[in-house]
């Protein structure tokens, strides 16, 4: 290994070996340029890997903020302030110590000269008023170890919250999208030949034969590609729009409560929402630390990240802080002892108030991600804990992520195939779980669906219309295409229609006002679903819903093989956000569970609405909390680990009030002197801050 390496070097080797397989976790240490390296695989597997490495190479592998920098920044910091006061007590004569804690002084009597002046009892007046007290009885050293243990405190109360912040931040910006890359068709074939198509990826060609997108990975797209954003779809990096207009909700960024309407010029913002129309935005950020730093901005100073704990444990400790002054000024009268009055201001509970319980949240959120839960704020996990109601939509929720194409049936004299291959054309632009299906079972077959149609509209929770050949193209639910749209069945084929499969749920696809094809889609219940409703009642869920646009006879039978309370058939997205109002008049506490377009208003509406992951990204970006779509097991696990969030505030209250006000006692007492209050008080702010870093699930 060499004699040292940068901190970027440093992340670099640690990412490399981490994504060798047999490594099980490492240890990088830049200062030394050593690696500790811990392995189930051959020694030999190992060795070859590190003689295949290089930084440039590598460096694709490693995030650039990891946190290895914000830890290096603290420890430097904390070593500094160590030693310099070691050096001022060892060689710097009495007198001129003195002089030198006065100085020091002026920071923090003038935050608490400040407080007072914004007519605020907080706790830098209580930290001023001790200072200035030491100070004014000639007691330097008091002071200046007050200052000093003030200052190890602020410092490793800042290095507790920057780094749950960052780690948070890391965990929710390495979650990468897919996105629509419009490229020429010779850089296409020249990047993922059609002769050979590329594996984990999806291929269409726009109107133009000239001009194709490809879905590709977000970190794949660099400055000056163009991009398209349908409805629905979440922008996925910063850029400007070059051609297509819609309207796009950007409340996120700006705090806009209306959509901002896009035009060809616009500018474009990572992480807002295109609600109608379309556009083409030519990209000028790439993914990397231009979105890392929007969530930190998002996760510092969002409101949502303020739970009604959080700001309860704020509100108190700043009501405590009278009381704390008024037992100063009570201890001096009672005892005339400065020292036991100062003993007294050197305790106050605000600090472990506001540190403690802001950490526990963001802890709870961290925890959340590495089991594949995106949080967004504090309030929400709050919300699940209190909740006694859950709403699911089943297709895709309840039912498994991966709907599949059991049959296609033609009418019309059309075929299967052509059937299949036309709706796959249309779907693929709005993911949802059954528009996957179509879209996988066009790709199984081999069935490449050129898009030779124009302008693609979606209807919320009905379907999907377009233009092919000059003819109108429909697809979606009964209600829209027979309904909505006066499409018609052949009449020589009504009796094969009426004979459809009533097992499947049916996709309709009709040209011009004619039925074309039925396609049949398998919806197999989750295996996990029963049980995990019985989970969710075991830990306090009283009710649970189950609503779907589905037939009566379908709602039925898969409400009742689950076990829900009560079921919805034939509902409109509209209806979902209108029910969970009622439950809120009734006083009952809701959870949304949804994956598509759809469930939107029903997402916003709840106390905490929760998304599946592979469902649509306007769901994604809607939705409070966003789970991973692998199985319905990450409900028990928010679910406990809320619960559990709350538990450990509420030990937190009793700890910091208890601990805090027996060191008021020892010092009213005189058993403690101030320096000695003020470091126990500081050391059990700082257990407590840790202890709420640590996860609350250990099973």
């Given at each position: 290994m060499q004699n040292g390496m940068s901190l970027?070097?440093?992340?670099i080797l640690e990412y490399y070996l981490r994504a060798t397989e047999g490594v099980t976790d490492v240890k990088v240490y830049d200062r030394t340029g050593d690696a500790v390296i811990f392995f189930s695989c051959d020694r030999a597997v190992i060795i070859a890997a590190l003689g295949r490495f290089s930084?440039?190479?590598?460096?694709?592998?490693?995030?650039e903020n990891t946190g290895r920098e914000l830890s290096r920044q603290f420890e430097d910091?904390?070593?500094?302030?160590?030693?310099?006061?070691?050096?001022?007590?060892?060689?710097v004569p009495a007198s001129l110590h003195a002089v030198i804690a006065a100085a020091k002084s002026v920071k923090y009597i003038w935050r608490g000269v400040r407080a007072l002046f914004g007519r605020r009892l907080q706790v830098e007046t209580l930290d001023a008023t001790a200072i200035a007290v030491s100070l004014?009885?000639?007691?330097?050293?008091?002071?200046?170890?007050?200052?000093?243990?003030?200052?190890?405190?602020?410092?490793?109360?800042?290095?507790?919250?920057?780094?749950?912040?960052?780690?948070l931040a890391r965990t929710?910006?390495?979650?990468?999208?897919?996105?629509?890359?419009?490229?020429?068709?010779?850089?296409?074939?020249?990047?993922?030949?059609?002769?050979?198509?590329?594996?984990?990826?999806?291929?269409?060609?726009?109107?133009?034969?000239?001009?194709?997108?490809?879905l590709v990975p977000v970190s794949d797209v660099r400055v000056g590609d163009c991009i398209v954003v349908r409805m629905g779809g979440v922008i996925p990096l910063d850029g400007r729009v070059t051609s297509g207009e819609c309207l796009v909700n950007q409340a996120s960024i700006t705090g806009e409560s209306m959509p901002v309407r896009k035009r060809?010029?616009?500018?474009?913002?990572?992480?807002?929402?295109?609600?109608?129309?379309?556009?083409?935005?030519?990209?000028?950020?790439?993914?990397?630390?231009?979105q890392y730093d929007k969530i930190v901005r998002m996760i510092e100073e969002s409101e949502k990240l303020k739970s009604a704990t959080e700001a309860k444990a704020a509100h108190l400790a700043d009501s405590l802080v009278p009381y704390t002054l008024g037992g100063t000024a009570l201890t001096w009268l009672l005892t005339r002892n400065v020292t036991k009055a100062v003993s007294v201001l050197m305790v106050d509970f605000s600090c472990a108030l506001k540190l403690a319980m802001p950490l526990a949240v963001l802890s709870a959120m961290r925890e959340s991600g590495a089991h594949q839960i995106t949080v967004k704020g504090g309030k929400f996990l709050e919300a699940v804990s209190m909740a006694d109601t859950i709403v699911f939509d089943k297709t895709g929720t309840l039912t498994h992520?991966?709907?599949?194409?059991?049959?296609?049936?033609?009418?019309?004299?059309?075929?299967?195939?052509?059937?299949?291959?036309?709706?796959?054309?249309?779907?693929?632009?709005?993911?949802?779980?059954?528009?996957?299906?179509?879209?996988?079972?066009?790709?199984?077959?081999?069935?490449?669906?050129?898009?030779?149609?124009?302008?693609?509209?979606?209807?919320?929770?009905?379907?999907i219309s377009s233009m092919v050949d000059g003819q109108k193209v429909v697809i979606g639910s009964y209600h829209f295409v027979f309904e909505d749209e006066g499409c018609v069945v052949p009449e020589e084929e009504q009796q094969k229609f009426n004979a459809r499969p009533a097992e499947y749920s049916h996709l309709y696809l009709a040209i011009s006002g004619v039925l074309s094809a039925v396609i049949c889609i398998e919806d197999p219940i989750r295996l996990e679903a029963p049980e995990v409703i019985r989970e969710l009642k075991e830990l306090g869920i009283e009710k649970t819903v189950m609503m779907t646009g589905d037939s009566e006879r379908t709602a039925h039978a898969v409400a009742e093989q689950i076990g829900m309370d009560a079921y919805y058939a034939e509902v409109l997205p509209e209806d979902k956000a209108r029910f969970i109002q009622?439950?809120?008049?009734?006083?009952?506490?809701?959870i949304m569970v949804g994956d598509g377009i759809n469930d939107s208003p029903a997402l916003s509406e709840a106390d905490a609405g929760i998304a599946i992951a592979d469902g649509a990204a306007i769901a994604r970006e809607v939705a409070d909390i966003t789970i991973s779509a692998d199985d319905l097991w990450a409900l028990v696990t928010l679910k406990r680990l809320s619960d559990a969030l709350m538990k450990r505030i509420d030990v937190n209250y009793r700890q910091i009030i208890s601990f805090n006000s027996l060191l008021i006692l020892l010092g009213v007492l005189g058993i403690l002197p101030p320096a000695t209050s003020a470091l126990l008080h500081n050391t059990s702010t700082i257990l407590i801050s840790m202890k709420s870093m640590t996860d609350l699930l250990t099973d």
């Open positions: 970027r070097q440093a992340d930084y440039e190479k590598a460096e694709v592998l490693a995030p910091r904390l070593t500094f302030l160590v030693l310099r006061r070691a050096a001022l007590k060892l060689f004014a009885r000639g007691d330097f050293d008091t002071a200046s170890s007050v200052m000093f243990l003030l200052n190890i405190g602020e410092i490793l109360e800042e290095r507790t919250h920057k780094k749950s912040v960052d780690d929710m910006s390495l979650r990468t999208n897919q996105v629509w890359l419009r490229v020429e068709s010779q850089r296409q074939r020249e990047a993922s030949p059609l002769c050979g198509q590329p594996s984990g990826s999806e291929f269409s060609s726009n109107a133009s034969s000239d001009i194709q997108e490809i060809e010029g616009s500018p474009a913002y990572t992480g807002t929402v295109v609600e109608e129309g379309e556009c083409a935005i030519r990209v000028e950020k790439a993914a990397g630390s231009a992520a991966e709907p599949t194409v059991a049959q296609v049936i033609p009418f019309h004299g059309q075929q299967a195939d052509e059937m299949l291959r036309l709706a796959a054309c249309l779907e693929e632009h709005y993911p949802h779980s059954m528009a996957n299906a179509v879209v996988k079972a066009a790709m199984e077959k081999g069935l490449n669906h050129e898009e030779h149609h124009t302008k693609v509209q979606y209807v919320v929770a009905h379907g009622e439950e809120h008049r009734k006083g009952r506490h809701v």
